[in-house]
């Protein structure tokens, strides 16, 4: 099996958004710094938002500066909610990816990035040619992709029907993301082989949101789906503080890193280090 199968996509910034107490830019800095070391295919670090929607992202730039880059093989993802954000984004050589959350739900569209879906599509396309004249790449994620809590129509076909429409516009990466935790195996199943067998030249991941009780079955059935790029989060900390209440935690990333081990892939990773970000982790999260 290649070394490079699995494209394992570390999301600190997907962890602490929602956190209520700042954590200081030198102990995020540090915490990224150690998980740069890890060996993963990319780190989810941070967002160019609005620092009243998302306060913990605020930071975004001075942590950038803070992080070295200089002895590791792992990209850096910025999310970003607008064009204004992406160009911001799109300045700093370090990044690599610029994400973008396209919702199938216009209620979460409206309430993670102030605009409508059709709004949104277009922020999709002034993306994607801002990456092509900056040398960046695009992740969209098709947030609420598994179901909302809103009451807004989901199904299979409307997933499909957005998947092809983003890949016509050009969007190389798309991650179908969860958001909420309401995905189940069966879901994942259901969606994930049809798209990655029809769009053979787009990079299909994933974006899963769980209970502790419910991770190795989502990731089982994503890893039985051919999904070879997982988005997760260390101890599974985390959720969208735009996307509800109760917020319903990321898949933990040792959970992923055991399972796929099991399964005899070789990861490639420095768990030295990782057991490092993890004893560190608890300075942040509590």
Known sequence: MSENKFKLVECPRDAMQGLHDFVPTALKAQYINLLLQVGFDTLDFGSFVSPKAIPQMADTAALLAKLDLSNTATQLLAIVANIRGAETAADYEQIDFLGFPFSVSE???????????PAS?????????????????????????????YGDVWNYEIVEKWTEILVSKGVKILSIADTVGVSTPEKIREILPTLISGYPDTEIGIHLHSTPADRLKKIEAAYQSGVKRIDAALKGFGGCPMAADDLTGNIATEDVISFLTAKGENLNLNMEKWHEAMILSAQIFG
């Open 121 to 149: 599509l277009a922020t999709v396309e002034q993306m994607l040619s801002l990456c092509q004249k900056k040398n960046k790449t695009a992740v969209v994620y098709l947030s609420m992709g598994f179901g909302n809590p």
């Open 107 to 117: 209620t979460f569209q409206q309430r993670n990035t102030n605009s409508s879906i």
